[in-house]
């Protein structure tokens, strides 16, 4: 099993492209969280979704969307880059809520100049 | 916006000594407390899940207690080695639980 995995793995985005980060899950996980990371702070959810075709929007989700067709991919994009969105982008699926571990993909590094 | 404290936010220790850690968080509506341990360079990891008050987990040399009704969670390594470099994350889930908060994390770094 892959587990968790994320593309790309780094991206350098100019000041108003738009991009889509992929996440996939082989674990039949109906949970999957999108998390950003920052110096000094926690990881924020973004977005996450409880099942195919859910989404629902977490701490930080302005300038972000969010799609869950397949169960096994949650896609995260930004429709107009902004230097503020500069960050590590990690993705997280679970089995179901609260009480279960959260697997953690190898993150995305993403710049915007 | 939940708060979610650690405490400290980095520990400097030798080889051999043991550690705590703090994790304090809302004392209501309490559904879960984990912890994950996070390698440079790597993903978090899940250490524990706790859903019970008075709840002690153990995995190795290190162990983890959860007082719900204070809102406080305590994470021991014992006998601390080179690898547990690394930084701990808690993270707490309350209501329906299906989103956690995680905390800053406490930055350990174990030195011969």
Redesign the interface.
Known sequence: NAGVTQTPKFRVLKTGQSMTLLCAQDMNHE?M?W?RQDP??????IH?S?GEGTT?K??VPDGYNVSRLKKQNFLLGLESAAPSQTSVY?CASSLA???????????TRLTVL | ILNVEQSPQSLHVQEGDSTNFTCSFPSSNFYALHWYRWETAKSPEALFVMTLNGDEKKKGRISATLNTKEGYSYLYIKGSQPEDSATYLCAFGTGTASKLTFGTGTRLQVTL
């Open positions: 949970y969280y998390y000094g702070m926690g990881l924020r959810l996450y409880v629902a977490g701490e990690f809520g609260g009480n279960n571990e959260q697997f953690f993909g190898p993150g």
